[in-house]
């Protein structure tokens, strides 16, 4: 039978009018609506299905929070068979900005990454982050990345762009390639490729914060012009000069990991290391220190110089300052008494000091101990003078073609306008860029690069260590990773994709080794320090640690180079954890992190120490009516800076831990518009001032220490958003002893069980502690069956990062509010990091203590709520219930320890009422439009105004735990002697020091349970003495020092 | 020689010579004729002071707490300050004709009906500040136990939130219908005088058909009575519950055994006080001074006197307790936050010292107790100080408490904050107008009841027949 049926005539005569519209039979678009910047006017291509369904989906997520009714819900006709609605799935992969590379893992739910974690299979971080990673992935929702290639400003397409190149790259004359550090094994293939296309390519590799001092150091005493692993946890003795190793210096999430190694006490074997710093503006790395010594910036050189020489070395010794002097003499003691387990780093950027430093090294015989050859620390690779010249030669008219990957000069080089000046004399520039930044704006051609989310890629951070990168979404706008574009241009047929697999093929052991490794995200370490590592099977290769042929040729020059100190006022340029050398400038969640060692969020400011306050702003701290006064107003004196001919206006704080005469400011700020709405504040100022003019360049590198520097107080008064404003918890009425616990392992070796013992003596009236639960209430006490969860927080471990906060915001939906709202004390994060002074007020010791919901089993905000919005389940946890919050806030005003956060306004548009953002600040909308809340997770409710909210434990996580072990017919596992993971809270996946352990405290086994049985002596509860039984403890901060903290305790009380 | 003796400090209660009718014609008078200019004026200016209070209320409904200028730390300010204020001005009424009834004074009856009156507002006031300073003001029904189909889901009956509910509730209920239940005579006397229809038929339903029976006036004694004895207990417990939002809690400085004695004295206190403001005016404006006399002012003053001592027994307590206790939380509290004058809120406790407890040592003399101007002055001093005292009590608390790093930075309320509270001024001003207008301001038929006895004209026709009785009495027995 060969009977057409036909429904048209159309279809019987198949004529070209029913061709086509057969073709299109679903033509209808989906549902979305367009935005206005040319983003979405093509039509719905189906490949980008996936990507609007996610949308469409958070939308529907998002509003299916309190009350609103859901909007739009498109449910899949097909379902991919990788995706389960409503289940996630975890993808390996890499992030990589600048020469910056961390082993992540990206949490994708419906088609829409929307956590980082770390991958715990690495072996150089292990699952750690900091806070630049935790919120990356806001990043790839940025509504400032660029949505089309231009040319000229004007949107083009890559064909176009491509065609445009292919003539005018060839007749450009010389062509440079300038990246950021780039320690891709494959892009650099790419690179060489393109240079068989261009033979005059010349690759220049530009740091916006170098490392040049250490790596010409490192080229004249070791022949290497690398940066070398360093092994804090074989040192018993760290000395770093001026490096914030723990928060910006190289590889900080590595260090933090290590370091936490040597400062983790065991109760068996009292023994922890040292770490000295000498520093000039008060650092992350320098309020962990055991001791802090305060130096002029000037003094580096000499103070290394002076190290030397008391080594025995070949130093000299100008130091004239009487306690420096013993800083250095008692340094040396310590150094030479620990011989091949010291360690010294200094954070200068001048090759001179960098050669004494190796010298140093040498002699307490850190080479192949605690500094190893055998592997190089790739993350930065720039060096000052290269680009200098590349500068030189653009002015000079002797560049033809500029191509610029991740380096943005025209911010962060400290002459920007020369190189501005120089790139108008280059005939073809291009940037690879997915934001319009500084640099990018002067550029002819951009091509908008994928964020690393959407590209494919590998890194090698450290040589022999390779982590990998695979899309997690499809490419949200039209951009094209730059590798893509090189291998176009170098006239290769295949894409980076392909090239990638070829070039891995054979390395990895073809498709099911490049899958393998794709899967675990990594390749290649020395130890197998990972569980996931033995978990898999694979047994890395143990490579020994190497030591470098020394050559001490350079050094006499070196020591001859050293000056002594200046006079006068001196300003030094940092790094703000968060913010960096400017990449987090245009992140809301990274803006509005507090700051770990000022506390404040949205700002830059000008850092002084206590005793300048006095003279410059007249205020004293040691008067409490000034204090306090200083404490309560968040206005604070501008002054203005003035330096090499230049000068900015920035409010100043007062930051204990500073040098007298020393200032700090940080860079990174002072960015361009374009780069996103967080770098304008409310009244479209641009936030902070860019502090990189003020650098310079010194024998080939750039110096951030500046001198010569003159302070006015302008009078004027401007607000720093300051999320903690009282710094001491010792008060005229008594040192609050109960809220933290920190001592001397001096003092803890002479009593072990001093915190116990004074924890007893609190509890005696109710039987001691053993009966402190039971007697000291008039109710009854009951079992607690089944799973309680609990935390155990290691204080000594906490260097107070803050890769936690951000881990927490991103995985909870938490708000961003933005200054103004901050001024106000409404800032919204579940988890902070309290930080407390002790002792000496100009260079005090320093604490940070982790602080979220205590969840306490006698909870004093369960009993006060009206509706019982807030109580206890079964499992311990103290639970919101939000659609039954009514916002009396009395459960606020009687938590002690300040936890529960109110939603003062409609800040997350889950509120039903119309208008009601209208007057919140540009944050708030920018955080509530469409693309940045794709970010949002969806298993987390989205609260409505007027109800309070705190941590929940991650009680979604907690969930999922439990439902995997029920599925699996096993008893949950959370940690501990051979056990898996089956969850772990957001906080503690993030921490690179594990300081973090929670679990079920009823498993006897569980790593928490044996977290605290094993730090007994150590234990304490914040606020034991309220019987409110939080479920959070703390092992007290143990500083490895000889003086008994119990001197200062007395001297307060 | 008298068989009765009457001691010499026991005043008239009404002065001049009046009768039954004069009584009507004096109270119901200002009902009667056209208001003046001058309440027209004070009425225009508490019906704005009411809008903008309506509208700072919008505007927190719309947008969120936010409007304010609480924050993490200082989850309760200006609002609940402004509460537990409104809640012991409305104190005095119902201390007035429930207690003094049920211990027989007779003076209470020239001031019982406007006290009241402003009790009810008063109580009015109290209660917007607890609805709107919640959150989510229209899930505010989930207090209340009702039964629903989550569970059913209760309340939470730990909360002292929930007992101030309860409490308020009761509270205003009997104050209402004792207010009412008195006013029940009065309206029939508007009734029965009106001249117009309409004024006769809305009078007639407000008065429910009283006709002055002696049936009548047997049952509203007895109801009166077991009101009185009803609202007695109320009296001291309302405040005492209020004050458990704060006892109960484990904030330093909220958390103090000494807290109901302490906030019942002193709502009676600014109670009184309010009374006096109010009085002072109204028998003046009014005509009233024969029966608001300066007896009854000078009796409110002993009470001021009285109570002012006790709330300043109650701060030196507590400060003792903050050294004697040795808990450097308290500590810090009592000696930091509040007594020491230049720490960021020791201006609200000196405040408050010198409003409440040092100036009312005035009362001490009698001059200035019968003294109108220096009591208007003082009657507003101690509630500027009642209210200083509820600050205090709030924010000097959770300002500063356990943890250091929560400390908060420095609180001042934003418009829409002090909006709030001068609409409630508003609300008290325009209600009271009304009152003073179209209820009869001081209780008619009970100033009846005691003008024969301590009347100035009766009681001296009385004395010279009780002697006279007495000489007869005497010389018969004499034989």
Known sequence: MDKKHWQSFGELNNSEAFQQSAKNEFNEELPFEADDKGFMETKTPRRDFLKYLGFSTAAAAVAASCEVPVKKAIPFANRPEDIVPGVANYYATTYVQDGDAVSVVAKVRDGR?????????????????????????????????????????????????????????????????????????????????????????????????????????????YGKKAIPSYRFDNAKVIVSLGADFLGTWISPIEFAKQ????????????DMSKHIQFESVASLTGSNADDRYLHRPSETGAIASALLAALGGAGKDTITDKDLKAAIAKTAKELSEHKGEALVVSGSNDKHVQVIVNAINEAIGAGGKTIDWSSTNNARKGVDGDFAALVESMNAKSVGALLIVGANPAYSWFDAEKFKAGIKNVKVSVSFNSKADETTQLCKYVIPDHHYLESWGDAEPKSGHFSFLQPTINPLFKTRQWQDSLLKWSGATADYVSFLKTYWGAKVGGENGWNKVLQLGVMGGETATSKVLTDLNIVPATVALSSAAYNAGSLSAAVDATKAGQTGIELQLYQKIAIGAGQGAANPWLMEMPDPITRATWDNYLIVSPAMAKTLLGIDLDNNGQADSYEVNPPKHVVEIKANGKSIKLPALIIPGTHADTVGVAVGYGRDAKVGRATVDEHKNTVGANAFPFA????????????????????????????????????????????????????????????????????????????????????????KPGAKWGMSIDLNACNGCGACVVACTAENNVAVVGKPEVLRFHDMQWLRIDRYYSGDANNPKVVFQPLMCQHCDNAPCENVCPVA????????????????????????????????????????????????????????????????????????????????????????????????????SRPLETGGEGKKWDLKVACQQSCPTEAIVFGNVNDKKSAVTAHRSDNANRLFYSLEQLHVLPNVSYLAKVRNREEEQGAEKKEHA | MSVKYESQLREPLVYGDKTYHQVTEDIIRPIEAKPSRLWYIGFFVSVSMLMFGVYSVYREVTYGIGQWNLNKTIGWGWDITNFVWWVGIGHAGTLISAILLLFRQGWRTGVNRAAEAMTIFAVMCAGQFPIFHMGRVWMAFFVLPYPNTRGPLWVNFNSPLLWDVFAISTYFTVSLLFWYSGLIPDFATVRDRAKTKLRKHLYGIASFGWTGSTKHWQRHESLSLVLAGLSTPLVLSVHTIVSFDFATSVVPGWHTTIFPPYFVAGAIFSGFAMTQTLLVVVRKVFGLTDYVTMGHIEAMNKVIVLTGSIVGIAYLTELFMGWYSQNKYEGYTFWYSRANLFSPYGWSYWGMMACNVLSPQIFWWRKMRRNLFVTFFMSVIVNVGMWFERFVIIVTSVYRDYLPSSWSVYYSPSIWEIGFYMGTFGLFFTCFFLFAKYFPVIAVAEIKYVLKITGEGQKERMGTMEGKLADEFAHEYAH
């Open chain 1, 259 to 270: 370091y936490a190694v040597g400062k983790k006490l065991s109760e068996k074997k009292l």
């Open chain 1, 696 to 783: 310079s360049l010194s024998n080939g590198t750039v110096s951030f220490n500046v001198a010569s520097v003159t302070l006015t107080d302008t009078k004027d008064k401007y607000p720093v958003a300051l999320t903690q404003t009282h710094n001491i918890y010792n008060t005229d009425q008594g040192n609050r002893t109960e809220v933290m616990k920190e001592l001397t392992l001096a003092e803890l070796k002479k009593d072990p069980t001093v915190v116990l013992d004074d924890r007893e003596e609190e509890a005696k009236p109710f039987g001691g502690l053993a009966n402190f639960r039971k007697d000291a209430t008039i109710y009854g006490s009951y079992d």
């Open chain 1, 869 to 968: 919005a807030t109580n206890h389940s079964s499992e311990g946890l103290n639970q919101m219930t939000y659609n039954r919050c009514i916002g009396t806030r009395y459960c606020a005003n009687n938590c002690p320890y300040k936890v529960r956060r109110f939603n003062w306004a409609d800040y997350s548009g889950a509120d039903s009422f119309p208008h009601n953002q209208d007057e919140l600040n540009d944050t708030v909308h920018l955080m509530n439009d469409d693309l940045t809340r794709m970010v949002l997770n969806p298993d987390v409710t989205v609260r409505s105004r007027g109800v309070i909210e705190k941590c929940s434990f991650c009680v979604q996580r907690l969930q999922e735990g439990k439902l995997k072990a029920k599925k699996e």
């Open chain 1, 113 to 221: 990454p929307i956590k980082i974690e770390g991958n715990e299979a690495s072996p150089i971080t292990g699952g750690g982050t900091s806070a630049r990673v935790q919120a990356s992935v806001l990043d790839l929702y940025d509504g400032a990345r660029l949505r089309f290639p231009t040319i000229d400003g004007k949107e083009v397409t890559l064909e176009a762009i491509d065609k445009s190149l292919a003539e005018a790259l060839p007749s450009a004359g010389s062509v440079v390639l300038l990246t950021s550090t780039i320690n891709s094994p494959s892009s650099l293939e790419v690179i060489n490729q393109f240079k068989t296309k261009y033979p005059t390519l010349q690759h220049v590799t530009y740091d916006a914060v170098s490392y040049s001092g250490i790596l010409l150091a490192n080229e004249a005493t």
